[in-house]
Each structure stands twice: as structure tokens, then as C-alpha cells.
């Protein structure tokens, strides 16, 4: 059976130190130095859309903080508009 990597979680803050999987497949657990353990859904991380994923995170971020540019606010908005 030849092997390919899939894709790389990157979610941890320091060095892995274990990975358990699911028998079926669905689930990966991860677990690090940075004291967090983290289970991944394979489905979604494998048909993850970076772009809409990392807007969903940062949106909050680029309308609230002080520091960010008025022109850089609507970096994640498809019209502009947040």
C-alpha cells in the first residue's frame, strides 16, 4: 500500500507529542506541548476552503480592532462591505 500525504493540520503552537485515530476514519486527535488537544474533523479539514475559513476567523478581528486600517477592514468581504 503506497502512502501520500493528504494535507497538514496546523493548529498547535508547539511540537506535536501524539496523534490517535478513529477506526472509521473520521476523526484525527492531536495533542501537543502547547497543553491543547485537538480533534479534527477529517471530512471537513480535507474539503476545507482556506480563503472562507480564514476570513471566518479574522472578521471580528478586522471590523473591531483600533489598529487595523480603515482601507484593510473589508480585506474578507466579497463586496467591500462587512
Known sequence: MQSCLLTTLRGHSAASRGV?????????ASVSEDNRLILW???QVLNLDLLSYGCDRLRDYLRTNTMVEKGDRFLCSPFGMI
Open 20 to 28: 490517535a485515530y478513529r477506526s472509521d476514519g473520521t476523526f484525527v
Open 41 to 43: 474533523n477529517v471530512e
